[in-house]
């Protein structure tokens, strides 16, 4: 029988900061519900990021388009940005929860956003879902997880949906 893990806040009766990176994925919100169900405890801080990218503008054919067109395109994103926060504020609120911070920070890559929160926020740890790429897949795109797990600082929780199919195994037998 497999043992129960040791809450998250320690026996000082200090509480911790934990940071979640959410989009618009059903990993996300998986990965929401997974800190709720099994990591959260009482008088701890959950801060959810979400991470507004816009296109690589060196690697794209929208390196051509008009500063009205770059301002039309972020103005967009930050209004699919403020859907999806509301969404998973819903989430967290139907939970109990109140102490909840929303962030939505962009200009970096992903896994940089996710890891400067965590920094500036002392985050204790970080929880994030994964889109279960297999390993070329991932050498090639690159992984926001595989990226986070790299560099942050604490502890960091990567929840794999149960659900999923097994992309590894497809990415190697091709």
Same mark, same amino acid.
């Given at each position: 029988m497999a043992e129960q893990a040791a809450p998250l806040a320690p026996k000082d009766g200090s509480h911790k900061t934990v940071l979640i990176g959410v989009d618009a994925s059903r990993q996300a919100e998986?990965? *929401? #519900?997974?800190? %709720?169900? #099994?990591? +959260?405890?009482? /008088? #701890?801080? @959950?801060? %959810? *990021? +979400? @991470?507004?990218? %816009?296109? =690589?503008?060196? +690697?794209s054919r929208q390196a051509y388009l008009s500063p009205a067109a770059l301002t039309e395109l972020w103005k967009e994103e930050q209004v699919n940005a403020k859907k999806l926060e509301d969404k998973f504020r819903e989430i967290v609120h139907s939970k109990g929860l109140t102490n909840v911070k929303l962030r939505c920070d962009g200009g970096m890559k992903p896994g940089q956003v996710v890891v400067n929160v965590a920094n500036e926020e002392k985050a204790d740890m970080i929880v994030m879902g994964t889109r279960g790429m297999g390993k070329i897949r991932r050498t090639i795109? /690159? &992984? *926001? &997880? =595989?990226? @986070?797990? +790299?560099?942050? &600082?604490?502890p960091v929780v990567i929840c794999r949906h149960k659900d999923r199919k097994d992309s590894a195994s497809m990415d190697e037998s091709h």
């Open positions: 998986y990965a *929401v #519900n997974f800190y %709720l169900e #099994n990591i +959260h405890r009482e /008088g #701890n801080t @959950v801060i %959810l *990021v +979400h @991470v507004i990218e %816009l296109p =690589d503008m060196a +690697h795109l /690159g &992984s *926001v &997880s =595989d990226y @986070v797990v +790299h560099h942050a &600082s604490c």
